[in-house]
């Protein structure tokens, strides 16, 4: 069992026989590793290996530059050690794991169609271990084969009976999305490993709240939507709902929000679709859903706590929004981008 | 030395007190931070904090290739006009015009301009 150690801050930890990389290694123990996305979309878990043989399995992962690859830089989450490490890391309080991460075969408990191509799944945890995470963060899932890991975020509540939620949309072409939607039956089984994730509900924010999904975003989104109103210490907050699609057949999630208590006073949603020339009954708003918050909220947008999720390309463009023309500060931002 | 008002012509140090790849953090009243670099003897500005976190970029390395990286997590950007370069940056910095006068370094503030 390889022993990691990050350089210059006596942080060290072992990563075990069932864990496939270093940064999962090192959250699991408790440490506040540097990361976001888990997929090596992101960037943030880069490191410097100054001693000991590493395992890298992806090599060309996009968040690694070329720059990066001349200077020998590495991404935590897709690398496992082979021998002893020593690392240099950043490492910060903030990227501690509130509820510590755990890796369980989980067993699906029953699938729906949400829409032609988003089936929201449930899985059931061994001896219905509570469901331990925050509204908003995600897990990653691998088939007990070994294809994937993948992120997904839950779309449920943290809850005592050992329930796991996601909506997953079918990426065409998706090795992994394809199998669950392919495979997956009732009874199937999964190995779930979560939580993680920074853009989980911030519950002691009095701000009112902006959730901004696009297409597959909504998972999360759902999540944190459900959680404020759940919460009795949230009463007072509003939560603007933008969840934008392409056509509106990709328009889902009211049903759900509907049924929350105080829908009717607190939930404003605001569906949008991209590519209007496919449809033409459609008589809702239509463009790209950061275009469409910032008419509707414009000079407001500073007053809320928001939380975007979806393609990276509107994670960006809204984040770069929210920034520059709205002056949110960044500590009021709260994102995935599902690389 | 320095008029508080001054904003189109803030000093910042001396040419000479930078050397080639270093770089100064100046902390303007009512605004954040910014940053003043030396490379290949001419002078660049953008803001200090990152865009991805709460870091200094005056803490991080400046190299010959005008790429700033950030301490925290190796995210880069160029100096010369704020753009993010590696992940995990994305959004880009301001960068300020900078001029050198009877070998004293000023920053126009009032100019800060992010690429589009
Ligand atoms: C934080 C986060 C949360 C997410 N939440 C959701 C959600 O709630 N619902 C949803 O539908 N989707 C979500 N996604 C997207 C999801 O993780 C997958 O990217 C998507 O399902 C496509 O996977 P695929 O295997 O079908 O497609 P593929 O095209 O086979 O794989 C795509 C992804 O897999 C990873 N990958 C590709 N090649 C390799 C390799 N050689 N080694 C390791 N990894 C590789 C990369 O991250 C890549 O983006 C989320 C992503 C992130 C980062
Ligand atoms: S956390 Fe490793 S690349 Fe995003
Ligand atoms: S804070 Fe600068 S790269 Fe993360």
Known sequence: MPTIKIEGTGEQFEQTESQDCILRAGLTAGYGLAYECNSGGCGTCKFQLIEGEIEEPWPTAPALSARDIKKGRKLACQCKAKTDLVIKMRTDPEYAPINLPARFEATLSSRRDVTSDIVEFCFQAPDSADAKFLPGQYAMLTFPDGRGPRAYSMSNLPNGDGVWEFWIRRKPGGEVSGALFDELRVGGRIVVDGPYGHAYLRAESERDILCIAGGSGISPMLSIARGVLMDPDMEGRQVHFYFGGRTPDDLCGLDELKVLPGFQERVHYHPAISMPEESPEWTGDTGFIHEIVENQLGNELSRFECYLAGPPPMVQATTKMLQLQGNVPTGQIHYDPFY | ?116
């Not at chain 2, 003043?36 to 709460?54: I, L, R, S, W």
């Not at chain 2, 010959?64 to 010369?80: A, L, Q, V, Y």
């Open chain 2, 1 to 116: 030395m320095n008029d508080a008002n001054d904003r189109k012509h803030f000093y910042v140090c001396k040419e000479d007190d930078l050397a080639d790849n270093e770089m100064v953090r100046i902390d303007p009243p009512d605004q954040p931070p910014v940053v003043v670099y030396k490379v290949g003897g001419n002078f660049f500005a953008t803001d200090n904090t990152c865009t991805h976190g709460e870091a200094s970029l005056a803490e991080g390395e400046v190299d010959d290739d005008f790429i700033i990286e950030c301490p925290f997590h190796g995210g880069t950007f160029d100096i010369r006009t704020g753009e993010a370069v590696d992940f995990p940056c994305v959004l880009p910095l301001k960068s300020y015009p900078v001029t050198v006068e009877g070998g004293c370094v000023y920053v126009n503030l009032d100019e800060g301009k992010a690429p589009a």
